[in-house]
Nanobody, 123 residues
Framework: QVQLVESGGGLVQVGGSLRLSCAAS????????MAWFRQAPGKEREFVAR????????DYADSAKGRFTISRDNAKNTVYLQLSSLKPEDTAVYYC????????????????WGQGTQVTVSS
């Protein structure tokens, strides 16, 4: 079992930046593949970025490439999502998720979810 708690969301202007954090409980954090998803009002939850466990591979949705960066600090049991050059369409609740197998981009393959953190980009 792992519990995830996101933080770092907020209101930011177009072109601004935010860093989201996701703190995980447990002593085997490096065994978990992690990902960030987001959900805008009236839309389905969508993949944003993913990162593997101890061997650090990353992948991004096309909408995130070149603007967002996912990283992790296994010593701190934390995964990060750096958001840059934000656009109004990035407005959503951002969720982190964990699974013990291959780092996936598919929502329903993740076993553990945080409560989400709101990101609002104003124009």
């Amino acid at each position: 079992q792992v519990q995830l708690v996101e933080s770092g969301g907020g209101l930011v202007q177009v072109g601004g930046s935010l860093r989201l954090s996701c703190a995980a409980s447990g002593r085997t954090f490096s065994r978990y593949a992690m990902a960030w998803f987001r959900q805008a009002p009236g839309k389905e939850r969508e993949f944003v970025a993913r990162i593997s466990g101890s061997v650090v591979n990353t992948d991004y949705a096309d909408s995130a490439k070149g603007r967002f960066t996912i990283s992790r600090d296994n010593a701190k049991n934390t995964v990060y999502l750096q958001l840059s050059s934000l656009k109004p369409e990035d407005t959503a609740v951002y969720y982190c998720a964990a699974r013990t197998q291959y780092y996936s981009s598919i929502t329903y393959t993740y076993d553990y979810w945080g409560q989400g953190t709101q990101v609002t980009v104003s124009s």
